[in-house]
């Protein structure tokens, strides 16, 4: 605590008692003696007040450094002012411009005031108390340039006190040129780079005094927040904004005229590539202070000397660095692929295990500082499980049919392709695959599977792209913020996402649909040793458990997806149950695979960062690096698999349950041939559908799937199109399949389960009252009714003992050698005939001595 809070304290405790005790007239003596003595104190308090010493700013800094560490906290990934680069230069040597340029954005009327603004505080306090609202520009130049010498970041009201006489002291003995130069001396520009010689030579390679009008508004423009306007960043177009700003208040101002103003505005900067630094994990660093930076400002990440633990498993991301690097170079080589980029999150927490944005971060030739992990990229079809959760959610399942034929999507083209009357061949959409063949029928899980198109932009349709939309963002997609720009494209990559936020998509797949947000930090300690923040469990459920198991089940499956990638493609991880998806853009610009097991979710992207494309697509190009990366990660993780899919419900329509062939079914029993009953056995059933093929919206409202089917089909504008299309390929296959029509449905009932051809059976052996526990106990089981017995089960009470396949069925055991053995027992005999039929005989008995 501050030694004037203390005195301050004392005295309102010592108030406290002094009014129990004495009358109003003591009272108002004790205050005016209390508002002396208090005024002596502040008055001996401020005339204590020193000016910093600004000679000793890189000792504050390294003393102040916020540091940030994997996740054991004991490899340092970057120290914030390792290696400070700053050179003090005179006034006189910085140049006009970027004098301008500062006072204009930092502080307006910086030449009028004395140190502080009054007007400023009432804003920046009691105006941001009264509303609730954080007012930002309440600071002069004069106070940040005390508040940057001061390690004390603590936000109280005494340490703002001190930064305003201070401010008030510092202009009483300099002048406004050395405070403005001493401010430019110690501006942060971001990373290790201090000053306005050392920021002019790294991002222009010249002297301050040489920059062009622009780049000095540039350079202005980045204090504020170094890492969110860094040129080096995701976040150019922030920093050109602000650019803009600056000039725009420079003009204000009368810094610079309008033609000055209209030249530095349309002025084409180009910056220096970054020079290479001390550090780890360089991107996965600069997403963390980017998230340290919004979270606490830049004040507390340049100066609060932080310790900051991430969520980074250091040897996966250096494994994960050698592999991008190594396989890129291949890609470049044989495909123009030049770049990659690659995330592992952990699906049970959120927790980002590593995070590559380029094959390497210092590589000038692919943009390598940028970070493509977070940046927006047409996702192609790793999009495609997103719709097909959705559809899954609403009853669509593994087995619905949808037809892979060449399909008109647009209603305002006729079904060939061709627009109707006062339409463009423009707006016609019809898609097709990378081999431009057509399946026919096929399941959604086999459609999922090969990343079959036609089927998947069938499919959005049928849920909707507003719902798939917001199934995207319900499971961690931040980008897709406006509907009106998207159609039937999407399934297939049409909008733009980021691996970040798809790895964690995919994440929910692998958690039996509970969504945990990315998280890089497990925590954060200022440099008191105050926990700041620590990592929480921040999980939802968003996703029925079955709908991922049908996802996983459809993205595991080898022999499903084999017609496309073959039976031993990179996407196989022997030994492992994992699931997979692949994405190719238009052009092979972009190519992506993701994929995930319970314990582990790998997001990786091939391309080049300025779009230009490659030879080859997703499987191929980073289907080998996210071998590599998942191989490495589940060195360390155990075997599990995924669980199975509920069975499909019975009760919902064919066309769901995937018979295509007709939405009318009848069942029969395989082995009579007659017409099943509730005594045939469910291995003899066999469901057979009228034959009357369609497509689907003939037989379903897709507002309405599980409702009656549509009266008027064809009052949905995309039906005319589809049913062409699937008449047209039914045309040319039908002699393939077998014509099932109403007098093929058998008149008569299955006779051959009935409730007499059940078999039974008689239990012969226990014919004593009751028996001793060590007593052997020997059974015959005769069949009553029938003699094609093809096995007898034996249990006791619900242990079963053995099956008898052939006659005799004779069987033995002692009581006190079966764990479920009490006093009263049961002995149960089910016995299964050659056409499926199963009976059931019991007889009880008594073990004495329980």
Not at 227 to 250: E, I, Q
Not at 268 to 280: E, G, R
Not at 658 to 669: A, E, L, M, N, S
Not at 681 to 689: G, L, M, V, Y
């Amino acid at each position: 605590m501050q030694p004037i809070e203390k005195y301050l304290k004392k005295i309102a405790r010592g108030l406290k008692k002094f009014i129990k005790k004495h009358s109003f007239k003591h009272w108002m003596m004790f205050i005016f003696g209390v508002g002396i003595v208090l005024l002596g104190i502040i008055m001996l308090w401020v005339s204590s007040l020193e000016i910093p010493d600004f000679k000793s700013f890189n000792e504050n800094k390294i003393q102040s450094s916020t540091k940030i560490y994997d996740r054991t906290g004991n490899i340092l990934l970057y120290d914030v002012h390792q290696d400070i680069k700053r050179t003090v230069i005179p006034y006189e040597d910085m140049g006009v411009n970027i004098k301008n340029a500062t006072v204009a954005i930092e502080d307006s009327s910086f030449y009028q005031h004395n140190g502080i603004r009054i007007s400023s505080i009432i804003r920046a306090t009691i105006w941001a108390k009264l509303t609730g609202k954080k007012v930002q520009g309440g600071s002069t130049i004069t106070q940040q340039l005390i508040k940057n010498t001061l390690l004390n970041q603590n936000r109280t009201i005494t340490r703002k006190i001190k930064e305003w006489i201070l401010a008030l002291k510092l202009e009483k003995i300099m002048s406004k040129e050395q405070i403005l130069a001493l401010y430019l001396n110690e501006a942060p520009y971001g990373g290790n780079i201090y000053g306005v010689e050392e920021a002019s030579k790294a991002f222009f390679g010249k002297e301050p005094i040489d920059m062009t009008l622009a780049e000095s508004a540039y350079l202005a423009a980045i204090p504020n927040a170094p890492t969110h306007y860094s040129p080096y960043g995701k976040y150019k177009k922030d920093l050109d904004a602000r650019k803009n700003l600056v000039l725009k208040r420079m003009l204000d101002l009368k810094f610079i005229t309008q033609a000055d103003y209209d030249k530095a505005i349309n002025e084409k900067v180009t910056f220096l590539p970054a020079q290479p630094m001390h550090i780890a994990a360089p991107h996965f660093v600069f997403y963390i202070k980017d998230y340290l930076e919004k979270k606490y400002g830049p004040n507390i990440l340049d100066d609060g000397g932080l310790k900051v633990i991430t969520t980074l498993d250091y040897n996966l991301q250096m494994k994960a660095e050698q592999i991008a690097l190594e396989r890129a170079k291949e890609n470049e080589k044989s495909s123009n692929g030049k770049n990659t980029a690659i995330v592992v999150i952990d699906p049970k927490t959120g927790q980002i295990l590593a995070m590559v944005g380029s094959r390497d971060y210092f590589d000038k030739s692919v943009d390598g500082n940028f970070n493509v992990a977070t940046a927006a990229r047409q996702p192609g079809s790793s999009f495609k499980p997103i719709v097909y959760a959705l559809a899954f959610k609403d009853g669509y399942t593994e087995n619905t049919n949808l037809f892979d034929v060449k399909t008109e999507f647009n209603a305002s083209c006729g079904p060939t392709g061709k627009p109707l009357p006062g339409h463009s061949t423009t707006n016609c959409y019809s898609p097709s695959d990378f081999d431009n063949n057509f399946r026919g029928p096929m399941t959604l899980k086999d459609a999922l599977a090969q990343s079959v198109n036609i089927v998947a932009v069938k499919l959005l349709y049928l849920v909707g792209v507003d719902n798939a939309i917001k199934m995207a963002h319900d499971l961690g997609i931040s980008t897709l913020n406006d509907p009106t720009r998207y159609g039937l494209s999407l399934v297939i990559g049409g909008g733009e996402t980021t691996l970040l936020d798809m790895t964690s998509v995919y994440s929910v797949f692998a958690n039996k649909g509970v969504r945990n947000p990315p998280q890089g930090i497990l925590s954060v300690e200022d440099s008191s040793g105050n926990m700041l923040e620590q990592y929480t469990d921040k999980s939802y459920q968003v996703l029925d458990p079955n709908v991922t198991r049908m996802i996983s089940d459809s993205l595991s499956d080898n022999k499903a997806r084999t017609p496309t990638f073959g039976p031993n493609s990179v996407l196989v991880i022997p030994g492992r149950d994992v699931a997979v998806k692949t994405g190719t853009t238009n052009d092979d610009k972009d190519a992506w695979t993701i994929g995930y097991t319970p314990s582990v979710a790998v997001g990786v992207w091939v391309g080049n960062n300025d779009n230009t494309p490659m030879k080859r697509g997703g499987s191929s190009l980073a289907g080998p690096i996210w071998h590599d990366v998942m191989s490495e990660a589940l060195k360390t993780l155990p075997v599990e698999t995924f669980d199975k899919p509920d069975p499909i419900d019975p009760s919902l329509p064919p066309i769901l349950r995937g018979f295509w062939q007709g939405g009318k079914t009848f069942t029969i029993d395989a082995v009579s041939g007659g017409l099943a009953t509730e005594y045939t056995p469910d291995n003899t059933k066999k469901e057979i559908s009228i034959t009357n093929v369609h497509s689907i919206l003939y037989w379903i409202d897709k507002n309405n799937i599980l409702g009656p089917e549509p009266v008027s089909p064809q009052k949905d504008p995309q039906y005319p199109n589809w049913e062409y299309s699937v008449q047209k390929w039914w045309d040319s296959h039908k002699t393939d399949y077998k014509v099932v029509t109403e007098a093929n449905v058998p008149q008569s009932n299955d006779n051959v389960h009935t409730t007499l051809s059940k078999p039974s059976f008689q239990i012969n052996g226990l014919d004593q009252t009751s028996y001793n526990k060590d007593q052997l106990i020997s059974l015959s089981i005769e069949p009553t009714n029938q003699d094609q017995i093809k096995k007898v089960d034996v249990y006791v009470n619900n242990t079963y003992l053995i099956s008898l396949k052939s006659y005799p069925y004779n069987v033995s055991f002692t009581p006190s050698q079966i764990n479920s053995i009490k006093k009263e027992n049961i002995v149960r005999v089910i016995g299964y005939d050659v056409n499926g039929n199963s009976g059931e005989t019991t007889v009880p008995f008594t073990v004495d001595g329980y």
